[in-house]
């Protein structure tokens, strides 16, 4: 019965926080309405869900949104260092095939969202069987180094993540 009331758990707490964040007032009123939409969406959108994702280790989770956090701050100081102190000839950009282990399409989905997240690098495209994506780096010396990183940095915690 609570598993038909509430079919996504993190989904129904995620669109409350969200709603009570757009509306930017702590209220019963808005309370109450954002515990209807986290009931009422969840339950309607449940059958295009049927295989959701199982996810492990809560604690691997919030690692790796500091992590990337982290990332996102170190990576807007880089690429300002190189917008404004390196001219446009001693820029290298490359385009960077990342092999993947990862197999779950929400956990590539993650993987490819960091990426672009992180100012320099843009994931472009994921190869039609899953097994690799397409990464642009803004700026590196040595692409495989680039590659290297994102497998151990990111790949591997969302192994963990989405067993």
């Known amino acids: 019965m609570i598993r038909r009331l509430v079919p996504h758990p993190l989904l129904s707490l995620t669109l409350l926080l969200v709603w009570i ?3 930017n007032k702590f209220t019963l009123g808005n309370l109450i309405l954002g515990l209807a939409l986290g009931l009422i969406i969840p339950m309607i959108t449940a059958p295009y869900w049927p295989n ?4 492990a280790r809560p604690v691997r989770i919030a690692e790796y949104v500091a992590i990337v956090l982290w990332d996102i701050v170190v990576a ?3 690429v300002a260092m190189i917008i404004l102190l390196r001219k446009e000839p001693d820029i290298r950009s490359h ?3 990342v092999p993947l282990r990862l197999t ?3 956990a590539i989905t993650v993987l490819a969202g960091t990426i672009t997240m992180t100012p320099g690098t843009v994931s472009a495209t994921l190869a039609a069987d899953a097994s690799a994506i397409l990464v642009h780096c803004l700026h590196t010396d040595d692409p495989n180094a680039v590659r290297d990183e994102i497998r151990s940095r990111y790949e591997s915690r969302l192994l963990e993540i989405f067993p």
Do not use: A, D, H
């Open 52 to 55: 959701r994702p199982r996810l």
């Open 76 to 78: 807007n100081f880089q």
């Open 104 to 106: 779950s399409p929400e």
């Open 21 to 23: 964040g757009l509306v």
């Open 95 to 97: 385009w960077i095939t």
